[in-house]
């Protein structure tokens, strides 16, 4: 992969980020919880309609989670813009840092509070983040 769709493809992951953490301030602001009711049912699995997003701990939980996605999201983005384009190795160091601190602290919570499957979903979010990264081949450093 080149360093060029590195950048493009960790934009859109950083895109799906905000995406879903402005989706559940979303939720929240209309009171729409249907697709919140069913996550957190699915994360308890099996599906069998016993969890749901309906009291105040819950959503003010979705709106902490909701923020901190969305946020993370438009800091990876930064990073990407702001370090990464110029120098790969700098600005990958940064995200993978910050990813793998999140994917095992949200992991090992999630495992926890009996929300294993969320653990597996994590893994397919992180391989967003991370393939970019490992794919993507040097660039040749700029010469002045």
């Given at each position: ?15 799906v ?16 919880f ?30 902490i ?25 700098k ?54």
């Amino acid at each position: 992969m080149t360093h060029n769709r590195a950048v493009t493809f960790l934009k859109i992951a950083c895109g799906v980020t905000m995406a879903m953490g402005i989706g559940t301030v979303f939720a929240l602001a209309t009171q729409t919880f249907g697709l919140l009711s069913w996550f957190m049912d699915l994360l308890h699995l099996p599906l069998d309609g016993q969890q749901s997003f309906g009291a105040d701990s819950e959503r003010v939980l979705g709106a902490i989670g909701g923020g901190l996605m969305f946020g993370l999201g438009l800091m990876v983005w930064q990073i990407v813009d702001l370090i990464y384009v110029e120098d790969p190795v700098k600005g990958a160091k940064i995200i993978l840092w910050g990813l793998w601190g999140w994917y095992i602290a949200d992991s090992l919570g999630s495992v926890l509070a009996g929300a294993w499957f969320n653990a597996i979903l994590n893994a397919s979010f992180l391989a967003l983040f991370l393939l970019p990264i490992l794919l993507a081949k040097p660039r040749q450093p700029v010469t002045a």
